[in-house]
């Protein structure tokens, strides 16, 4: 790409920059969960720990200075590989340059570090280095998106590209370690999410992001109280979907019994996805190992034993039946809990599953007193002698509730 040829759009045209045609050069055939599953576990085995994770929403916005406190510009979006988990650009939205009103120029994400106290990111280099920069125009934009082109971007800021042949982890290569299709954030907010039978099963609330590592941690999918769960959230691993042949929806591997069976939150009660082990049940939940390591096998809320309780054979009876009834008592059960003013996160996880309308509870609740509530709400909806109540109480020291 030559830096001289440089597209100058306005702000308004900033604003409708499509991101979709950011693809690689020649398709690559997909390496396939297992190979991907593999690299995360190597990753957590080397001690890859899990940074500042935030949402996508807030860093864009944010205002980016050099480290002479000299103002740079602002994050104007996110380009993000789903399929690979991978932040593979920064877009910066900066001006002044030749009596322009803005750029969009792309920088890679290792070369900006946040400053969470005093809310700006920080990159090595100043106005004349930006306006020398390889960016995107809309006339070009297919052109600039080819991986070579991504690379240049990448060495022109001091950073080895992860895609390329020469980039090797120090212990072995990197099956996800490649140019996938990409798209921005800001469009992915809102996205329809469907399963393999079209099924909707939601939308893209927000991309959950860890800008220090480069990756998409998790996407949170509101499911607008589809499953009987009320106004709720739930966090997905990035992998976990992929774009359907069109592009025009995502595509995740589950039914809607079992999305309205995972674990769930409230929107305004949001768990702290800096917490590895949180973090680490939600990937296991879909059978995706995570990228980082968990710290430990202790399980501090109720998604860490959902995903034990799945991956664990078990009695037909502790399993979901796919009847119409069994499926509807479920649902109407978690409904109550969620609905229950005063419980814990814990409380709201709990395993819930029925099965020739015998109801079964697991997992872990943090008092007696949740214990016996969940238990008369299941009894109410399904009778008390069809109910197994196997919660456990954690006692604990201390509540971050």
């Known amino acids: 790409m030559k830096r001289k040829m440089q597209f100058i759009t306005s702000a308004s045209a900033a604003s409708i920059m499509a991101f979709s045609a950011l693809a690689q050069e020649t398709p690559i055939a997909k390496t396939g969960g297992t190979e991907i599953a593999q690299e995360r576990s190597t990753n957590a085995m080397r001690g890859v720990r899990l940074g500042r994770v935030e949402k996508a929403s807030d860093l864009i916005g944010m205002e980016v200075q050099n480290y002479e406190g000299q103002k740079l510009g602002k994050v104007d979006d996110l380009a993000v590989d789903l399929e690979t988990g991978r932040i593979v650009q920064v877009i910066l939205s900066t001006g002044g340059f030749l009596g322009v009103s803005v750029m969009l120029v792309p920088v890679p994400p290792g070369a900006l570090h946040q400053d969470a106290a005093k809310k700006v ?32 971007i ?14 090797q982890p120090a212990l072995g290569p990197d099956p996800t370690a490649r140019l996938g299709y990409v798209q921005r954030t800001t469009k992915l907010m809102g996205a329809s999410v469907k399963n393999v039978q079209k099924e909707t099963l939601g939308k893209v609330e927000n991309v959950m992001v860890d800008l220090s590592a480069g990756r998409v941690v998790a996407v949170i999918l509101n499911s607008g109280g589809s499953f009987g769960v009320g106004e709720a959230l739930c966090a997905v691993p990035s992998a976990a979907f992929q774009f359907n042949s069109e592009q025009k929806y995502l595509q995740l591997d589950a039914s809607r019994e079992e999305l309205g069976n995972a674990p769930h939150f409230k929107a305004k009660e949001w ?22 390591t968990t710290g430990g096998t202790s399980e501090v809320d109720g998604t860490a034993r959902f995903v034990r309780d799945r991956d ?3 009695p037909a009876a502790m399993d979901q039946g796919n009847s119409k009834a069994d499926v509807a008592t479920t649902a109407q059960i978690r409904k109550e809990i969620y609905a229950e003013k005063g419980m814990s996160a814990n409380a709201r996880n709990v395993k819930v599953s029925t099965n020739k309308s015998r109801v079964n509870l697991r997992g872990p609740v943090n008092t007696a007193e949740e214990k016996r509530i969940i238990g008369e709400i299941a009894g109410r909806v399904a009778r008390s002698q069809n109910v197994d109540n196997q919660l456990e109480v954690k006692l604990t020291t201390s509540s971050s509730e």
């Open 121 to 152: 990111i920080h990159l090595k280099a100043d106005k004349a280095k930006l306006q020398a920069a390889p960016w995107y125009g809309m006339s070009k934009w297919a052109d600039l998106g080819q991986s070579n082109q991504v690379a240049e």
């Open 154 to 167: 990448y060495r022109y800021h001091g950073q080895q590209p992860y895609f390329t042949a020469a980039y």
């Open 271 to 292: 768990p702290s996805f800096g917490n590895p082990t949180y973090v680490g049940g939600v990937y296991r939940a879909y059978r995706i190992e995570p990228y980082f």
């Open 312 to 314: 664990v054979p078990t």
